[in-house]
């Protein structure tokens, strides 16, 4: 696939790029790309919750009525967790939700999102910017240029630059990754996908 290079202004270029097939042509894998925004979301989750079962909360141990002759169910802590203020029945414990993918499933999954994106005409290249200051107009100005206001855009650029990435911090619909750690799930949540001239070359040698 052939693309145009567009420049800050939002102006076709005489220069062009080919996205290799190998990347940006595959038959997309659905369960892959599942598993590996799955995977994101679990990475995601703090697993810091916690209740206080019947063990761990103040109270007598004291049997409350005697077992037989009271015509009621049987009853002995008040820390039992069919009483109003015992403890919690197999209440949530502080736990680690990630979990392991081979690294050619998740190579796969980066593949078949990105296809999608080369499918569905949602890549866009743009030379390579830097800002002379983090400025938040600019980046703005940038995403005006580009017609990309009312949409979720993924900027993917070569190397790391704070001038742009600051630029671009306060802006709910944007967000900017370089190249080695664009995933799946940033790639499958951005209506378009903005690749920096220099991530293209990045992005074919970590698939790759």
Not at 11 to 31: Q, R
Not at 57 to 77: E, F, L, M, P, V
Not at 137 to 158: A, E, P, R, T, Y
Request: hydrophobic share 35%.
């Amino acid at each position: 696939m052939e693309l145009k290079i567009v420049d800050t202004k939002g102006k076709a270029t005489s220069k062009s790029v080919t996205l290799s097939d190998t990347i940006f042509g595959i038959e997309p894998n659905d369960h892959a790309i599942y598993m590996d925004v799955k995977q994101y979301l679990a990475s995601q989750r703090q697993g810091t919750h916690k209740a206080k079962e019947r063990a761990e909360i103040s109270g007598s141990t004291r049997k409350i009525k005697k077992q037989k002759g009271t015509g009621g169910a049987r009853a002995g802590s008040i820390k039992s967790g069919t009483r109003i203020g015992g403890g919690r029945i197999f209440g949530p414990r502080p736990r680690n939700y990630s979990f392991k993918l081979n690294t050619k499933l998740k190579r796969l999954a980066r593949k078949s999102a990105l296809s999608y994106k080369a499918a569905g005409e949602n890549i866009l290249i743009l030379q390579d910017l830097n800002f002379d200051a983090p400025k938040t107009k600019d980046f703005v100005s940038l995403m005006s240029n580009l017609k990309l206001n009312d949409q979720k855009v993924l900027l993917v650029i070569g190397d790391k630059n704070d001038n742009v990435m600051l630029s671009s911090r306060n802006l709910q619909r944007t967000k900017v990754v370089t190249a080695d750690s664009l995933n799946t799930y940033d790639i499958m949540n951005a209506g378009k996908l903005v690749l920096a001239e220099s991530s293209i070359e990045v992005i074919e040698k970590v698939l790759n």
